[in-house]
């Protein structure tokens, strides 16, 4: 690995910086890794991302959570809501669902919109937590007035399914809109469903083919199984143009700071 002096990072312009973080990952791990272990804040929380994905250097769970650590302790939102993530899917170290919860709810209330997310879902599982679904409302819908296109997808589905709110279709179609235009495969999904329920069928067929770019292999599968048994048939041809492809990523949500939900209000639904 490139060795990197206390005296180059000191020297280092910002448009240099730029520039080795955008070329060859094992050079900008060796400089972010450099600035990490020289106390800069912002770098631990990214070292802590590479070691995390193995980006530029050898994937390393424990390693990244010592980063994540260094960095949420110093207040750092990203690394707080990070570090919650290791203790609830125990990277590098016990999973611990509380503790987990303590972290994004710091992430949370720094303003953080992926905290904020991470939050609102463990209140709404009640998933280290009590659950209470009226105050994971309201971090959903603080994360969506950030644009947060997952929180937008949620709210949409407590609009849609009564969550102590009154239930209304109207308002559930604009918030599923909102997040699939954000990008969100789940909102793309949910929000295809209600065109289609409204008799949409060609712009709903064009969300639907948006969802297996980046929507996980489970939720493909689960979307596969719903498209099968539709009435409709360009639905059911979308199916089969999926069958036998690859479809989906392996493991979670595709931004790794956004945790993996299953519950179903985002699963699809006939």
């Given at each position: 690995?490139?060795?990197v002096?206390?005296?180059a990072?000191?020297?280092v312009?910002?448009?240099?910086?730029?520039?080795?973080?955008?070329?060859?990952?094992?050079q900008a791990?060796?400089?972010?890794?450099a600035a990490?272990?020289n106390?800069?804040?912002e770098?631990q929380?990214?070292?802590?991302?590479?070691?995390?994905?193995?980006?530029?250097?050898?994937?390393n769970?424990?390693?990244?959570?010592v980063?994540?650590?260094h960095?949420?302790?110093?207040?750092?939102?990203?690394?707080?809501?990070?570090?919650?993530?290791?203790?609830?899917?125990g990277?590098?170290?016990?999973?611990?669902a509380?503790?987990?919860?303590?972290?994004?709810?710091l992430?949370?209330?720094?303003?953080?919109?992926?905290?904020?997310y991470?939050?609102?879902?463990?209140?709404?599982l009640?998933?280290?937590?009590?659950?209470?679904?009226?105050?994971?409302?309201?971090?959903?819908?603080?994360?969506?007035?950030?644009?947060h296109?997952?929180?937008?997808?949620?709210?949409?589905?407590f609009?849609?399914d009564?969550?102590?709110?009154?239930a209304?279709?109207?308002?559930a179609?604009?918030?599923?809109?909102?997040?699939a235009?954000?990008?969100?495969?789940?909102?793309?999904?949910?929000?295809?469903?209600?065109?289609?329920?409204?008799?949409?069928?060609?712009?709903?067929?064009q969300?639907?083919?948006?969802?297996?770019?980046?929507?996980t292999?489970?939720?493909?599968?689960k979307?596969?199984?719903?498209?099968?048994?539709?009435?409709?048939?360009?639905?059911?041809?979308?199916?089969?143009s999926?069958?036998?492809?690859?479809?989906?990523s392996?493991?979670?949500?595709?931004?790794?700071?956004?945790?993996?939900?299953?519950n179903?209000?985002?699963?699809?639904?006939?």
């Amino acid at each position: 690995m490139t060795q990197v002096t206390l005296k180059a990072l000191a020297n280092v312009s910002h448009d240099e910086f730029a520039a080795i973080l955008s070329g060859p990952p094992a050079q900008a791990a060796a400089w972010v890794g450099a600035a990490a272990q020289n106390g800069i804040v912002e770098a631990q929380a990214v070292y802590g991302q590479y070691l995390l994905d193995g980006h530029g250097v050898e994937r390393n769970l424990d390693e990244a959570f010592v980063w994540f650590r260094h960095a949420a302790r110093r207040d750092h939102p990203m690394a707080m809501n990070m570090l919650g993530r290791c203790y609830e899917h125990g990277w590098g170290t016990a999973a611990c669902a509380p503790v987990a919860v303590y972290w994004y709810r710091l992430a949370a209330r720094a303003g953080l919109d992926w905290g904020m997310y991470n939050y609102a879902s463990a209140l709404a599982l009640g998933h280290g937590i009590e659950c209470d679904r009226a105050q994971a409302l309201q971090w959903f819908q603080r994360a969506a007035e950030l644009g947060h296109a997952k929180s937008l997808n949620f709210v949409g589905s407590f609009y849609e399914d009564g969550w102590v709110v009154d239930a209304d279709a109207d308002i559930a179609l604009d918030y599923y809109r909102r997040a699939a235009e954000g990008g969100d495969f789940r909102g793309q999904f949910n929000y295809a469903r209600l065109l289609a329920e409204r008799g949409e069928i060609a712009d709903a067929l064009q969300w639907l083919q948006r969802v297996p770019g980046t929507a996980t292999a489970a939720f493909v599968a689960k979307m596969r199984r719903w498209l099968a048994a539709s009435p409709v048939s360009a639905f059911r041809a979308l199916e089969q143009s999926l069958a036998g492809s690859v479809n989906g990523s392996p493991d979670a949500d595709v931004n790794p700071q956004g945790r993996a939900m299953l519950n179903r209000t985002q699963e699809p639904r006939a």
